[in-house]
């Protein structure tokens, strides 16, 4: 968490360095919604033989940004909030009760705080309708876990613990326009070109595999993010 803590403060002092220079073309505060559809994988072993299943899900948040120029059409963006990771993976793990061997997940989720931090170019094609495209770094750390054996029956685990799950970068391309003189609306398709998850020690650990418990290894996402943003 340090390293995406620093990473953060220092995007914050680049901002602030840059815009004392420039002209402030974007200055705003802003919410965004990103949803992102993924294919996902993870590993268990059956017998010593190794099992890769796959699974879908739809994950999203909503985040508070704040964005400002950094030097021409170049701008930066900080931001902090939630975000629901969602894996459709069915696989083993530690169910919480006496007899914890042979149970499968239907799915598991982890709710997140979200930090990210975005360079970006934008360029106005009229009065009030911009084209812009960023690279975002986002990081999540869970405080919530969900791990259904079956959604139809109410039956999963939920765990409390504070864990990084993963980071990932994004390219975003999308239109932002003017609704007013101080209120813009954005909307941006978004595609993450990499993604690491880390271990969740609830799966299974198999002594002969590196990434056993690993949460899962991103095979394809795409998704969109809607925003509002407040200019001053």
Known sequence: MTKQLLFICLLTLTLKGYSQTEKNKINNI???????W???EATYYTLGSPKYPGGKGISYGLNINHS???Y??????????YFKQVFG????????????????????QYDNIHLLGSLGYR???????FVKGTITYNWLNS????????????????????????????????????????????????????????DDKIFIKYYYS??????GRNKFSIGTAISCNYNF
């Open 30 to 36: 802003g919410i965004s919604i990103p949803i992102i």
């Open 123 to 129: 360029k106005k094609l009229n009065k009030n309708l």
């Open 89 to 108: 993976i069915h696989r083993p793990f530690n169910f919480d009760n006496p007899f914890n061997l042979g149970y499968f997940t239907e799915s598991y």
């Open 143 to 198: 405080f919530r876990q969900k791990y259904i054996l079956n959604k139809e029956y109410k039956n999963w685990q939920i765990n409390r613990e504070s864990m990084s799950i993963g980071r990932m970068i994004s390219l975003n391309i999308g239109l932002e326009r003017k609704i007013t003189k101080k209120i813009s609306w954005g909307l941006d398709a978004l595609l993450p070109i990499s993604t690491h998850w880390n």
């Open 210 to 215: 590196e990434n056993s418990q690993q949460i």
């Open 68 to 70: 400002r120029t950094i």
């Open 72 to 81: 021409k059409n170049l701008f930066a963006i900080i931001g902090i909030g």
């Open 38 to 40: 993924n294919n996902s």
